[in-house]
């Protein structure tokens, strides 16, 4: 398949390696034309613009830095919307912003052209090895199509669908691995300063609950919501957060994220979720935003892609 | 009456210093005896030690920088408690615990001495002109016997109810202070990094409806009600000045914990169909996150208002 790829970043540079290496026929645009060098060398053509290049194929991959970038690259003058054909699929792998993607989608199926958001996970080595998680919205059909160049890129090439929904699940996934280093560097910071050796600190982590945890079968237990038989009390749970804020109020050392946690125990005490497991504060966050996350262990445990 | 004084601080020594010039007879104590020579000097007497300073006086006042010093001057060795006699009373100005001015009222109950907890606000300055606001809790008939003596060093003396109730709305007031802080240095610093001059935008913000306010004033209109059905600022308008807002602080770069907070709060609100509510509704979450319920009759109100 003769592909079009705009975007020669770190990221982007490796997938289109990636792509050449399993035989695609690339056609590359960046706004430095050095960026190009290797793949060119290694039988890649050139094109001055995004237009240029929606002139040469009906598949084109965008990874750029943000929202900015990208809508220069698929709406901004010399940009694909001027010489895209009908029948086109272009392929967004950046992390993009699901309001600007979903106009953008419109825009170009006003063209007859389909636009996929397929944000990509799991960093720059994983780009070059081709085993990136992909997760793509948009239309089923679009998908199908290009799905044997995505599977150039990732091991993991994941149907979320309609437009922007793969965004979705990266913004979650992104959002939350950031504020997770956050709240480990507040208790990082705490047990250092109330005493204990980093060195010792990792070694003995490791070994609790909490280097022990995997944050997929947290999920699960969030998602299943299950309260019965109690593990952990809610109200000891309160008890807990409440002895290591005072060890920081000695301690000197702000824990915001934590305080944060605490008082929502609090708030759950007070909704009388003290006896039960600590998973029940989950309902304060669904009410908050007005939705409801609970799963049932068969549609938990049923696997979608299969 | 011969009032006893403990801890000629900064505070300490403008109101004891407003005692003696008002023509009481002071005793007083200080770890440091120095502090205490201008009152000797003035007739005053120094004690040499709390113990001492109860057994001298019919009244005493502690004024001391934290609950575990004003413990060890109460309850420690040679303290208060040793000489405690019924018919005296204790009256405790330091910004202290609520557990430890709690403590302090059983123990000396038993020895049948008063005591109120009656922590002020001012500050040096406020003291030295007689201008605190003093608030009080704790043993209502003491305080009224000895109510001329807090006239003579505050001007806004309030019993506020029960013991540890003047401690709990002098700490309420500093955290209100103190959030206020923290949001003040929000706002600006988004203000002048977005390109307002400082002075410029200190006088906008004074010009408007929050900065013309007390900050305690308003709330007999919706919140203390809890009237929040007739209004001309929705919540949907808050929403939307907040989301404003906080974009301009994510254009500029500047952080806003607080702005987000609130924000948040409102996304919150309009989640619960509160959309054509006053804006103030979303103190609403808080209490119900404190399980408490916040509410006095608007009649009520109009009466204290109308007494001021």
Known sequence: MRIGFIGLGTMGGAMAASLQRRGHDLVVSDVRPDAARELLDAGAAWAGSPAAIADLVEVVLTSLPGPDEFEDVALGPGGLVQSVRPGTVIVDLSTNSPKLLKRAHHSFAQRGVQLLDAPVSGGAPRARDGTLTLWVGGDEHAFETVKPALDAIGSQVLYMGPIGNGTVVKLVNNSVAIAINQVLMEGLTLGTKAGVEPKRLWEVLGRGSLGQLRIVDRMAALFLRQVEPVGFRLGLAQKDVLLARELAAESGVPLRLIDAAYSELVEAVNAGLADQDVVASTALQERRANTDIVLTRAELESDTDR | ?308
């Open chain 2, 1 to 308: 009456v011969k009032i006893g004084f403990i801890g000629l601080g900064s505070m300490g020594r403008e109101i004891a210093t407003r005692l003696q010039g008002a023509g009481h007879e002071l005793v007083v104590h200080d770890i440091r005896p120095e502090a205490a020579t201008a009152f000797v000097t003035a007739g005053g007497r120094l004690a040499a030690d709390p113990a001492e300073v109860m057994r001298e006086a019919d009244v005493v006042f502690t004024s001391l920088p934290e609950p575990a010093v004003v413990e060890a001057v109460a309850l420690g060795a040679r303290g208060l408690i040793e000489s405690a006699q019924p018919g005296k009373a204790y009256f405790d100005l330091s910004t202290n615990s609520v557990t430890t001015v709690r403590e302090l009222y059983r123990r000396f109950a038993l020895e049948g001495v008063a005591v109120c907890d009656a922590p002020v606000s001012g500050g040096p300055a406020g003291a030295a002109a007689g201008k605190l606001s003093i608030y009080v809790g704790g043993d209502e008939p003491a305080f009224e016997a000895h109510r001329g003596l807090f006239d003579t060093f505050g001007d806004n003396v309030t019993y506020v109810g029960a013991i540890g109730a003047g401690t709990i709305a002098k700490l309420m007031h500093q955290c209100a202070g103190f959030i206020v802080n923290a949001a003040i240095a929000e706002v600006f610093t988004v203000g002048v990094r977005a390109g307002v001059e400082p002075l410029a935008l200190w006088r906008a913000l004074r010009s408007g409806a929050v900065g013309r306010r007390r900050t305690f004033d308003g709330m007999e209109n919706q919140f203390l009600p809890h009237d929040f059905d007739r209004t001309t600022f929705t919540l949907t308008l808050a929403h939307k000045d907040a989301r404003l807002a906080t974009e301009v602080g994510r254009e500029f770069d500047v952080p806003m914990r607080l702005s987000q907070l609130a924000f948040d709060d409102m996304c919150e609100g309009l989640e619960r169909g509160w959309a054509a509510r006053s804006s103030f509704v979303t103190m609403l979450l808080q209490e119900e996150r404190a399980g408490v319920h916040v509410e006095v009759p608007v009649e009520v109100l109009r009466k204290v208002l109308e007494a001021e």
